[in-house]
């Protein structure tokens, strides 16, 4: 964090923004930042429909330092392709029946 003040002392930077950050290191890293008199504006949680992670730990971290949150989903990888999300929902429906014989 105190690199990052830096470059932010230095004119490099005009504002911190933290990426994927779990809760807990989150609101640890809001206080140093706090404490050293820099801002941190954003934070660039990893959020999908598999990963949900975001909702029960972070925003309630993120209101109480006053962070903005900007999510971000990388759209094609293997897991989460239309076709693997379409055959996920059709076993969802038990589509196809099993076969009885």
């Keep these: 964090m105190t690199t990052l003040d830096l470059l932010v002392r230095q004119g490099k930077a005009l504002y911190i923004g933290l990426s994927n950050y779990p ?8 206080k140093i930042l706090r404490d050293l008199g820099t801002p941190c504006l ?3 949680p ?10 029960p730990e972070l ?14 989903f990388p759209p094609w990888r ?15 429906l038990g589509w196809p029946p099993a076969a009885t014989f």
Excluded: T
């Design 78 to 92: 293997a897991d989460c392709s239309p076709i693997v999300i379409w055959r996920a929902f059709l076993k969802i």
């Design 23 to 30: 809760a807990e290191l989150a609101r640890q890293a809001f």
């Design 59 to 72: 925003l309630d971290v993120l209101a109480n330092a006053g962070v903005g949150s900007i999510a971000f």
């Design 46 to 55: 990893k959020y999908s429909m598999f990963e949900r992670w975001v909702e």
């Design 42 to 44: 954003i934070h660039q």
